[in-house]
């Protein structure tokens, strides 16, 4: 009996279902062999980017192979960035955008983020993230979201989508049916929402139907489990959650992408979870990031044998390829790149800026960041007001405090501190306890902290600081319009 990987008609159909990827900032032979034979595309990331000259020359060379392949990125401005992972996003993320609550603004700043890809010959952003952020301590959403309101969502989600597409570039409405009110990162274990159908209709779906009226072109599915719809499978592997509710009742057309298969979240192999995904109503497969050849010859491997046996129907496979060839349609007519206002970035930045309490005048401030793991979305991307901050006011000192500080350090920070104002940075500082502690016992200790949350502003404030500034995201904007804001106090 022959092997259905070596069957053509199999192996080609299901290379068209797969976004792979590859290491290094050249593709390697395989990665460009494989888009002729009839691979869906690649998903790029930070590491792929050197400089956009490069990255440009590198999408040329992909696409000498296959002109209309799918070349995706996360690039959602604010913290996730993979353009400007090594600076930082010279756009303001989802928090910031919903916190000034212009849906014009927004898509204008969409469509500056699609201008910037379709200028280096990107077809799909893995973007926006709709999610409402309901849970304050949500570890992989947060500044990602654009707020705690589903109607807020709803409109920005809409607004994101046309400014994207408006610029040739396929939007991604992520992460369906809803990451907002988890606890876990789908990155490493299996979150679960517990709601009912009827709480997830009126919380997590709204923004999902907005961008569907919009017109977005894909949908990215979420590996949590929501055991009132998909029972003990993650939706992107759930029958009810992609074709029952999102096909049929919200009446989706386009693309359904997967979230990464290699996370925790995913519960299979990456060949399994291909299998399952695509009988579940996928469309395009993401594999991740750390993709080699042999693992895309595994999955297809494991697509061709399923529909060789008949537990994948080579039917639902040629609709799935068929979906994918429509968006590679649409996306190999990129619109002219528009030009856009370069102060657009910080301008936004500056309207989303959040102050309660008094800022102190800056006189040789310490300035004391307390660094926290990024998630594996956000990846290693520079962030904090320091580098502005020391440019402006040299007087200034500078302490980076590790994760986890030890008892006394308050003391010596306050110490250090003496006469003049204590300028302390943080992301998400409600969510971890130690640096809680830390930020209120050295407001306890000394009468001028001031604390610059560069992430998700929760209901949690320090008790005693002199003021609290919310920048609503750790984009490089976002840090220079709070440096801005600081240098003008007092």
């Given at each position: 009996?022959?092997?259905?990987?070596?069957?053509?008609?199999?192996?080609?159909?299901?290379?068209?279902?797969?976004?792979?990827?590859?290491?290094?900032?050249?593709?390697?032979?395989?990665?460009?062999?494989?888009?002729?034979?009839?691979?869906?595309?690649?998903?790029?990331?930070?590491?792929?980017?050197?400089?956009?000259?490069?990255?440009?020359?590198?999408?040329?060379?992909?696409?000498?192979?296959?002109?209309?392949?799918?070349?995706?990125?996360?690039?959602?401005?604010?913290?996730?960035?993979?353009?400007?992972?090594?600076?930082?996003?010279p756009?303001?993320?989802?928090?910031?955008?919903?916190?000034?609550?212009?849906?014009?603004?927004?898509?204008?700043?969409?469509?500056?983020?699609?201008?910037?890809?379709?200028?280096?010959?990107?077809?799909l952003?893995?973007?926006?993230?709709?999610?409402?952020?309901?849970?304050?301590?949500?570890?992989?959403?947060?500044?990602?979201?654009?707020?705690?309101?589903?109607?807020?969502?709803?409109?920005?989600?809409?607004?994101?989508?046309?400014?994207?597409?408006?610029?040739?570039?396929?939007?991604?409405?992520?992460?369906?049916?809803?990451?907002?009110?988890?606890?876990v990162?789908?990155h490493?274990?299996?979150?679960?929402?517990?709601?009912?159908?009827?709480?997830?209709?009126?919380?997590?779906?709204?923004?999902?139907?907005a961008?569907?009226?919009?017109?977005?072109?894909?949908?990215?599915?979420?590996?949590?489990?929501?055991?009132?719809?998909?029972?003990?499978?993650?939706?992107?592997l759930s029958?009810?959650?992609?074709?029952?509710?999102?096909?049929?009742?919200?009446?989706?057309?386009?693309?359904i992408?997967?979230?990464?298969?290699?996370?925790?979240?995913?519960?299979?192999?990456?060949?399994?979870?291909?299998?399952?995904?695509?009988?579940?109503?996928?469309?395009?497969?993401?594999?991740?990031?750390?993709?080699?050849?042999?693992?895309?010859?595994?999955?297809?491997?494991?697509?061709?044998?399923?529909?060789?046996?008949?537990?994948?129907?080579?039917?639902?496979?040629?609709?799935?390829?068929?979906?994918?060839?429509?968006?590679?349609?649409?996306?190999?007519?990129?619109?002219?790149?528009?030009?856009t206002?370069?102060?657009?970035?910080?301008?936004?930045?500056?309207?989303?800026?959040?102050?309660?309490?008094?800022?102190?005048?800056?006189?040789?401030?310490?300035?004391?960041?307390?660094?926290?793991?990024?998630?594996?979305?956000?990846?290693?991307?520079?962030?904090?007001?320091?580098?502005?901050?020391?440019?402006?006011?040299?007087?200034?000192?500078?302490?980076?405090?590790?994760?986890?500080?030890?008892?006394?350090?308050?003391?010596?920070?306050?110490?250090?501190g003496?006469?003049?104002?204590?300028?302390?940075?943080?992301?998400?500082?409600?969510?971890?306890?130690?640096?809680?502690?830390?930020?209120?016992?050295?407001?306890?200790?000394?009468?001028?902290?001031?604390?610059?949350?560069?992430?998700?502003?929760?209901?949690?404030?320090?008790?005693?600081?002199?003021?609290?500034?919310?920048?609503?995201?750790?984009?490089?904007?976002n840090?220079?319009?709070?440096?801005?804001?600081?240098?003008?106090?007092?």
């Amino acid at each position: 009996m022959s092997d259905p990987a070596t069957d053509p008609m199999l192996r080609t159909l299901a290379l068209r279902t797969i976004l792979a990827s590859f290491p290094g900032s050249r593709p390697p032979d395989w990665a460009r062999r494989l888009l002729g034979e009839g691979l869906a595309g690649h998903v790029l990331f930070g590491r792929h980017v050197v400089d956009r000259t490069q990255l440009t020359s590198m999408v040329s060379a992909l696409r000498a192979e296959r002109a209309d392949a799918v070349l995706a990125i996360d690039e959602e401005g604010g913290d996730v960035t993979r353009l400007a992972h090594a600076e930082g996003s010279p756009y303001p993320g989802n928090a910031a955008l919903g916190a000034v609550d212009d849906p014009e603004l927004t898509r204008q700043v969409y469509a500056a983020i699609g201008g910037q890809l379709a200028d280096v010959g990107i077809t799909l952003n893995l973007a926006p993230s709709v999610d409402v952020n309901t849970a304050d301590d949500n570890p992989v959403i947060g500044t990602r979201s654009f707020g705690s309101d589903p109607a807020r969502v709803a409109r920005h989600a809409a607004a994101a989508v046309v400014g994207l597409q408006s610029a040739g570039i396929a939007a991604c409405a992520k992460h369906f049916p809803g990451h907002g009110s988890t606890e876990v990162d789908s990155h490493l274990g299996v979150p679960t929402v517990a709601a009912s159908l009827e709480l997830l209709r009126a919380r997590e779906l709204p923004p999902f139907v907005a961008a569907i009226e919009a017109g977005v072109l894909s949908v990215m599915t979420a590996h949590l489990r929501v055991p009132a719809l998909t029972g003990s499978e993650p939706a992107t592997l759930s029958r009810a959650a992609l074709t029952d509710l999102l096909r049929t009742e919200l009446g989706f057309t386009g693309v359904i992408v997967t979230d990464a298969l290699e996370m925790k979240g995913a519960s299979h192999p990456i060949p399994e979870a291909a299998v399952r995904s695509l009988a579940a109503g996928a469309d395009l497969l993401c594999l991740g990031s750390d993709v080699d050849a042999d693992l895309v010859e595994a999955t297809v491997a494991g697509i061709a044998a399923a529909m060789a046996s008949g537990r994948l129907p080579v039917e639902v496979v040629e609709a799935a390829t068929a979906r994918v060839s429509s968006l590679m349609a649409w996306t190999s007519a990129l619109s002219e790149v528009q030009v856009t206002d370069p102060g657009l970035g910080l301008a936004a930045a500056r309207r989303a800026l959040r102050v309660e309490g008094v800022l102190p005048a800056l006189d040789a401030p310490l300035v004391v960041q307390l660094d926290s793991a990024a998630t594996i979305a956000v990846g290693d991307v520079p962030w904090g007001v320091t580098p502005y901050l020391v440019e402006a006011t040299p007087s200034a000192q500078v302490i980076r405090v590790p994760a986890g500080a030890n008892n006394g350090t308050a003391a010596t920070l306050a110490a250090r501190g003496a006469g003049r104002p204590i300028v302390v940075v943080a992301r998400d500082t409600h969510r971890h306890l130690w640096a809680r502690a830390l930020v209120e016992e050295l407001a306890s200790l000394h009468p001028s902290v001031v604390l610059v949350e560069m992430g998700w502003p929760a209901a949690w404030r320090p008790v005693g600081v002199r003021a609290y500034l919310a920048t609503y995201g750790a984009g490089q904007v976002n840090a220079q319009a709070a440096t801005e804001r600081l240098l003008t106090a007092g």
